[in-house]
């Protein structure tokens, strides 16, 4: 997978050829014989162009989705949460990213797909953080991993970078720091804490991510720090003006047991189409009509 040198990562104008059309550019449903990459994203910005990003822990769900056109694939370690069972993200393991990274780049053709570097993967400093996202692009084929923190975490973008790693950064509400949170709440509210948010979106800019989430921010905030930066914004709770808006899938399609976040609109009802399907099935089957003569070798 070609990776792109810490200069273009940085430059929003740093430039592809351009391509025939305004439809050919576009992230969200463009034309591409290619994957995604982050030169297309800062291009996107520079044009001023939204787009959608969506979880994916799956082959055949990340072909949906690839298929749908959504340009950038997060495996997140949400998947801790929706996919394997556990509490909340910190539990999840190098080998279950590595392996479920795998499975989305195995089941996309177009989308970049980044991949999370879970907790305790990158804390240890700059040079653990590149051995396990150097696993993640060369044992799973990722196109970019991302990671949460601001100014704590700008040595460890800086050196992936600069190793060829594109970067996405992840600040506001960090996941993997429930346990210092003492749950999930809003970031960023008053003088001092908006500044800090402003500091650490700045410093991941200037260590070399190409784009940075914004997760459980007031919306004018977000909107400060999207003008203040070259790079994309990515949203999540953050309100309208971010360059891009993301969701966890499960969460987005309806699929997800219980209360969701505030931030989350629910565009299906996958848990109760599911569930209306398995239990067709099985009246079916204790019905003794199924399977059926057409479902039946002979």
Same mark, same amino acid.
């Not at 034309?31 to 910005?45: E, G, H, L, N, P």
């Not at 800090?196 to 190409?210: E, I, N, T, Y």
């Not at 399907?277 to 199924?290: L, N, P, Q, S, Y």
């Given at each position: ?123 240890? #400093?700059? %040079? ?10 060369? &044992? $799973?084929?990722? =196109? *970019?991993? /991302? ?110 047991? #219980?209360? %969701? ?10 848990? &109760? $189409?599911?569930? =209306? *399907?398995? /239990? ?19």
């Amino acid at each position: 997978m070609t990776q792109i040198s810490p200069a273009q990562t940085q430059d929003p104008k740093a430039g592809a050829a351009p391509d025939k059309t305004a439809a050919d550019k576009s992230l969200y449903g463009g034309k591409r014989s290619r994957r995604v990459t982050v030169r297309d994203i800062a291009a996107a910005k520079a044009r001023s162009d939204k787009w959608p990003m969506l979880t994916a822990y799956d082959a055949m769900t990340a072909s949906v989705f690839d298929d749908a056109g959504i340009p950038v694939l997060l495996v997140g370690d949400s998947m801790g949460n929706c996919h394997l069972g556990y509490e909340s993200t910190v539990p999840v393991t190098m080998d279950e990213m590595t392996l479920l990274s795998a499975a989305v780049v195995r089941g996309t053709e177009r989308a970049l797909i980044v991949a999370d570097l879970p907790f305790g993967s990158y804390q240890e #400093g700059p %040079v653990q953080a590149l051995r396990n996202a150097t696993r993640l692009v060369k &044992e $799973a084929g990722v =196109g *970019a991993v /991302k990671l949460e923190g601001g100014e704590r975490s700008a040595d460890q973008i800086k050196l992936l970078v600069d190793a060829g790693i594109p970067v996405m950064a992840h600040i506001g509400l960090t996941p993997q720091s429930v346990n210092a949170f003492g749950g999930y709440p809003v970031q960023g509210r008053g003088e001092e804490a908006a500044q800090q948010l402003l500091r650490d979106a700045k410093a991941v800019q200037d260590a070399g991510a190409f784009s940075v989430v914004l997760e459980a921010v007031p919306a004018g905030l977000a909107a400060e720090v999207t003008r203040s930066l070259h790079i994309p914004t990515i949203g999540i709770g953050a309100g309208l003006e971010c360059d891009a808006q993301v969701l966890v899938w499960t969460d987005m399609a309806g699929l997800t047991k #219980g209360r %969701v976040p505030r931030f989350v609109k629910q565009y299906a009802q996958l848990r &109760e $189409a599911l569930g =209306g *399907a398995a /239990k067709a099935f099985a009246e079916d089957v204790v019905g003794g009509t199924f399977p059926a003569e057409e479902h039946t070798f002979h």
